[in-house]
């Protein structure tokens, strides 16, 4: 199998029931827990914010997020893994904040498993702090349950 190419441009869509099959297949090959097709059509009859990152009909990446009194919380951000290390991440991050502020709200929030170092690595890099730990809210797969590291980013 050969190696994808670096994309260059990429655009994005609102997430629609059309792209729902290629974003389910993109978070099946990404997590261990995956979203099901249940978690993103509640998250679009839900009005969230969700859009689609697509380059040549490729689903890159995604993200859902929910709308609050000031703040914004980021539920699932995925990019696919065939385009990880690419920077994509941080364009979602850049769009979900533009968006974030335009809908004037003032802090952005999430969780993140302990486990997701590398995860954690882009939330700090893009400016997220630490603020807290929610234990044991994730699944691990083993009967147990992870903790999530509690991130927020000042708008």
């Known amino acids: 199998m050969s190696a994808l190419p670096q994309v260059q441009e990429a ?17 099946q090959t ?4 995956p979203w099901s097709l249940l978690n993103f059509q509640d998250a ?11 380059a040549g009909g ?14 914004v919380h980021l539920l699932n951000i995925t990019v696919a893994p065939a385009y990880q290390g690419q920077g994509w991440a941080r364009v979602m991050l850049d769009a979900l904040g533009v968006w974030s502020r335009g809908q004037g709200m003032q802090w952005l929030w999430l969780e993140a498993r302990v486990s997701n170092v590398r995860a954690l690595q882009v939330y700090t890099t893009h400016g997220f702090q630490r603020v807290g730990l929610r234990k044991k809210y994730y699944p691990d797969g083993f009967g147990q349950r992870e903790d999530a590291i509690v991130m927020s980013l000042k708008l």
Not at 11 to 27: C, H, K, T
Not at 30 to 33: C, E, I, L, Q, V
Not at 44 to 54: C, H, I, M, P, T
Not at 58 to 71: C, I, T
């Open 44 to 54: 679009l009859k839900s009005g969230y914010q969700a859009q689609v990152l697509v």
């Open 30 to 33: 990404a997590y261990a827990h």
């Open 11 to 27: 655009s994005f869509e609102p997430m629609e029931p059309s792209w729902l099959d290629a974003v389910v297949r993109v978070e």
């Open 58 to 71: 490729q689903v890159l990446g995604y993200f859902v997020a929910m709308k609050g009194v000031d703040e």
